[in-house]
């Protein structure tokens, strides 16, 4: 989520229900799990796999899909774990899952786990590619084209205000856990708004939805791919352009995010002698649209994740086929 914007455990046959129950909730808000883990996730030979879940719906979109394949067509039993993004790396490395899905880059973790102990390896590109920005709803972006690049923000500040901004432009984040440049981003860029975190995915979307409703203009941290699109046609704001490098110094941040290829991660001995689950997700890979196609029943038509990859994997035999070993 680079973020942007990475699972709840289970165990035997109250696993779907469990992770049916996480899913619904596509938010921040959801119980971090952090110490716990699958016990049989990294046991070599066992039908189980443990994957990690990040709380945003399009990662969730991967997971269901990953375990509804991987029960139906390869016999494993699927135990899911919900962590925040960083700490889903230490728990890769130490085994307490087996995978993550959908990672939006994160370089010291990349460093420390791949290349130095090696305990964790790339397992391939998703087939998504992410991008973080800032965003207005489009509605405004016709009636006032120029709210459209960083240096006319101070211009609608005003209109821009909330309750919890105080006196500033409010510039609508979702959870502190995200990735985001965004505090320092509106110090080095000399703006006059205020960050305001609505504490997960699913509130920032409330958020989102209840503004358009209104018809009110608003600023919000946003990414892409995302199914609320759709539903809430939004026009990125354009920031400094991005360089390598420019966003090395977290506190002298002063350029857009990238367009970031999404990764998957495997735990190292699970990447050995995972068998068949191992070399299923290592051939896991999908478009942006499939995984919007995924998280719009999942969010937007409120079906349960596994009704949803079943509905997805009806649809899409010729995709999956090739994953399968």
Request: negative net charge; contains cysteine.
């Amino acid at each position: 989520m680079s973020r942007i914007r990475t699972i709840t455990s289970t165990t035997g046959s109250t696993a779907t229900a469990a992770v049916t129950a996480l899913f619904l909730l596509t938010g921040c808000g959801a119980a971090d799990m952090t110490k716990q883990s699958s016990p049989f996730a990294g046991a070599e030979g066992a039908r189980t796999v443990t994957l990690s879940v990040q709380s945003w719906v399009g990662a969730q979109a991967n997971v269901a899909v990953a375990q509804y394949l991987l029960e139906h067509e390869l016999g494993y039993r699927v135990d899911t774990v919900q962590v925040d993004e960083v700490p889903a790396w230490d728990a890769l490395s130490q085994g307490r899952v087996d995978a993550i899905l959908e990672d939006w880059g994160h370089p010291e973790q990349e460093q420390r786990y791949v290349d130095d102990k090696g305990t964790i390896v790339r397992g391939g590109k998703l087939g998504v590619t992410g991008h973080i920005g800032w965003f207005v709803p489009t509605y405004f972006a016709k009636q006032h084209p120029d709210a459209t690049t960083y240096k006319n923000l101070n211009k609608y500040a005003d209109r821009l205000r909330t309750a919890e901004s105080g006196g500033k432009g409010q510039l609508l984040d979702g959870s502190p856990s995200y990735v985001t440049n965004d505090k320092a981003l509106v110090k080095n860029l000399d703006l006059d708004y205020q960050v305001v975190f609505a504490g997960s995915e699913a509130a920032q979307i409330t958020q989102i939805k209840q503004f358009a409703k209104e018809r009110k203009p608003f600023l919000t941290y946003w990414y892409s791919p995302q199914w609320l699109f759709e539903k809430v046609p939004m026009t990125e704001v354009k920031l400094p352009a991005y360089e390598e490098g420019c966003d090395a110094d977290a506190a002298k941040v002063a350029c857009a995010y990238p367009h970031t290829p999404l990764e998957k991660y495997l735990n190292a001995d699970f990447a050995r002698h995972g068998g068949e689950a191992a070399r299923f997700l290592k051939n896991f890979r999908w478009t942006t649209d499939d995984q919007n196609e995924v998280s719009l029943m999942i969010a937007g038509e409120k079906l349960s994740a596994q009704e949803a990859a079943e509905k997805w994997a009806d649809r899409h035999e010729s995709t999956w086929r090739s994953w399968l070993p």
